[in-house]
T-cell receptor, first 113, second 113 residues
Framework: NAGVTQTPKFQVLKTGQSMTLQCAQD?????MSWYRQDPGMGLRLIHY???????DQGEVPNGYNVSRSTTEDFPLRLLSAAPSQTSVYFC????????????FGEGSRLTVL | GENVEQHPSTLSVQEGDSAVIKCTYS??????FPWYKQELGKRPQLIID?????GEKKDQRIAVTLNKTAKHFSLHITETQPEDSAVYFC????????????FGRGTSLIVHP
């Protein structure tokens, strides 16, 4: 199993540009989520999904969109990038039953100029 | 919603010393408390977890204790080694079918050789 795969690993954007961070998992996990990590702020939840066709907002959803058309994929879209969205983004997934362990992707470092 | 406070934000110890990181949570319905370790530039990974029906859990040099009455839980690392240097995150997850953990802000542990 590849686990949770995120692309790209690094991206530089200009203010106002849009982009999509890709996340895919091959563990048949129902639950998928996106976090952003900023110094001293821990991991803050952006959006999450408990299954295909179901998404919901987390703690910091503004400026981001998600969709879940398949169990495997959960892309995060930045509609109009702002410098405040400069961060490291992590996708994470888990089964809705069982141990509760979250499996994280390797992260995507985004810089917005 | 759940609120998780984590202390200290930075912890510096000498190799061989013990390290303790403490977290408090607000939702008495929370029933699952994982700890994640994030090495520099890497993804967070689960190192130990505890459920609310258990007071203590050990795995070699690491242990977690839970006090449900006081709503706090702690990570204990004994005989610290330089490779223990990392950021540690605690989290709490509610009951009632909640899939969403709330993370603390993290503790940067530095182990000096």
């Amino acid at each position: 199993n590849a686990g949770v795969t995120q692309t790209p690993k690094f991206q530089v954007l200009k203010t106002g540009q849009s982009m999509t961070l890709q996340c895919a998992q091959d563990m048949n996990h129902e639950y998928m989520s996106w976090y952003r990590q900023d110094p001293g702020m821990g991991l803050r939840l952006i959006h999450y999904s408990v299954g295909a066709g179901i998404t919901d907002q987390g703690e910091v959803p503004n400026g981001y969109n998600v969709s879940r058309s398949t169990t495997e994929d959960f892309p995060l879209r930045l509609l109009s990038a702002a410098p405040s969205q400069t961060s490291v983004y992590f996708c994470a997934s888990r089964r809705t039953s069982g141990t509760g362990e979250l499996f994280f992707g390797e992260g995507s470092r985004l810089t917005v100029l | 919603g759940e609120n998780v406070e984590q202390h200290p934000s930075t912890l510096s110890v000498q190799e061989g010393d013990s390290a303790v990181i403490k977290c408090t949570y607000s939702d008495s319905a929370s029933n699952y408390f994982p700890w994640y370790k994030q090495e520099l530039g890497k993804r967070p990974q689960l190192i130990i977890d505890i459920r609310s029906n258990v007071g203590e859990k050990k795995d070699q040099r690491i242990a977690v204790t839970l006090n449900k009455t006081a709503k706090h839980f702690s990570l204990h690392i004994t005989e610290t080694q330089p490779e223990d240097s990392a950021v540690y995150f605690c989290a709490a997850r509610g009951g009632g079918g909640s899939y969403i953990p709330t993370f603390g802000r993290g503790t940067s542990l530095i182990v000096h050789p």
